[in-house]
């Protein structure tokens, strides 16, 4: 017995369904703490965010990263690599009208990604965004948070100076304030040996050198942990990237 033909009708749908359901499936579906608060939540499910961005949520825990940086409204926070503004938008929407948020970039990153963040300053008055050689620069004085994510291993690539810009950050911020650092892991023990070759840096590394600026660790936490990545593969690797094993580190300035 012949089958009916099925219209093109109802197989359209079903496809884009199938498409859909695939993607929620392989970006995961990412929900909010329960205990997170207000302008935390209102931060992470704001329509000023992008597509683009939310897709990667499920892999970044956004909230929970925000949550632990202790970032709240009316604050001053120094945002390291902010191209792409995956937390600015987020950053901005918290520390609000009475708040601040200034973007250092390198000056590479200015072909991919400088016009970005022009548009993106031009429409939040909170922020500021510079191109600037972290060698040289001035770091803004009396800051509550700042943030590094995933790029503390591109500065050795970059020929800055850790311990100095460090000393800078531990300046900068108030006392009590929040150093913030995520980083793909590389293997224990290769110091910076795959900064260059796999964009990952061994942990130790980061604690060591933030920790003789005068930092106090406060938690290294394994929130972004992917026990499953050996650690030995470039972290754009297709089907690695957002998957790598990564390290989130609190520091604190001592408070007094």
Excluded: C, W
Excluded at 158 to 171: P, Q, V, Y
């Amino acid at each position: 017995m012949q089958r009916p033909a099925i219209s093109n009708r109802f197989i359209a749908p079903m496809l884009l369904a199938a498409a859909v359901s695939f993607q929620a499936h392989a970006e995961g579906t990412y929900m909010v703490p329960a205990g997170a608060p207000d302008y935390v939540r209102a931060a992470v499910t704001s329509s000023d965010r992008t597509e683009q961005q939310t897709a990667r949520d499920s892999n970044r825990k956004p909230a929970e990263v925000l949550m632990l940086s202790g970032v709240k409204p009316g604050d001053t926070v120094v945002e390291f690599a902010g191209f792409g503004q995956y937390y600015t938008t987020m950053i901005s929407s918290i520390v609000g009208a009475k708040g601040k948020v200034y973007m250092f970039d390198l000056p590479y990153t200015a072909e991919r990604a400088e016009a970005g963040s022009r548009a993106f300053i031009a429409s939040h008055p909170n922020t500021e965004y510079a191109l600037v050689d972290y060698n040289e620069m001035e770091v803004p004085q009396n800051v509550d948070v700042v943030f590094n994510v995933l790029y503390y291993h591109d500065l050795p690539l970059n020929n800055i100076d850790t311990a100095k810009l460090n000393a800078k950050i531990f300046k900068a911020l108030k006392p009590g304030g929040v150093f913030l650092v995520i980083d793909h892991n590389a293997e224990a023990g290769s110091g910076t040996r795959d900064i260059k070759t796999l964009h990952r840096i061994d942990p130790e590394v980061i604690k060591q050198e933030i920790t003789a600026a005068g930092f106090e660790l406060v938690e290294q936490s394994d929130l972004l942990a992917h026990p499953e990545d050996p650690r030995t593969q470039m972290v754009f690797t297709q089907g690695l990237r957002g998957e790598t094993d990564r390290t989130v580190f609190k520091f604190r300035k001592p408070a007094n």
